[in-house]
């Protein structure tokens, strides 16, 4: 059975930094693209980033470009979200997701399988 089990939310101050883990079990993880989205209070869920299986492409909202990384280790089978400069909207609840082999759009939570339970990021002014 596939598990994905985020870390590594909290609370931090505007301009600061946090790194989400999401530890995959149950699965070849290599074998499989993932992905970070988020949903804050009241809204849809939202695309944040997502990586290939080999880490070598990578993706991101137009929100989160230039302040957020997404990278991944396949000998821990662990995906990372380096989250920098944060801002207050950046609050939501952040989900970690694996992509389904076939599907083609990193972009739309549709194309994932399987997710994590979230971690909360609040981001205070």
């Known amino acids: 059975q596939v598990q994905l089990v985020e870390s590594g939310g909290g609370l931090v101050q505007a301009g600061g930094s946090l790194r989400l883990s999401c530890a995959a079990s149950?699965?070849?993880?290599?074998?499989?693209?993932m992905g970070w989205f988020r949903q804050a209070p009241g809204k849809e869920r939202d695309f944040v980033a997502g990586?290939?299986?080999?880490?070598?492409?990578?993706y991101y909202a137009d929100s989160v470009k230039g302040r957020f990384t997404i990278s991944r280790d396949n000998a821990k089978n662990t995906v990372y979200l380096q989250m920098n400069s944060l801002k207050p909207k950046d609050t939501a609840v952040y989900y970690c997701?694996?992509?389904?082999?076939?599907?083609?759009?990193?972009?739309?939570?549709?194309?994932?399988?399987?997710w994590g339970q979230g971690t909360q990021v609040t981001v205070s002014s």
């Open positions: 997701a694996r992509k389904g082999y076939y599907s083609s759009s990193y972009y739309a939570d549709s194309e994932y399988d399987y």
């Open positions: 149950g699965q070849t993880f290599s074998n499989y693209a």
């Open positions: 990586i290939s299986w080999s880490g070598g492409s990578t």
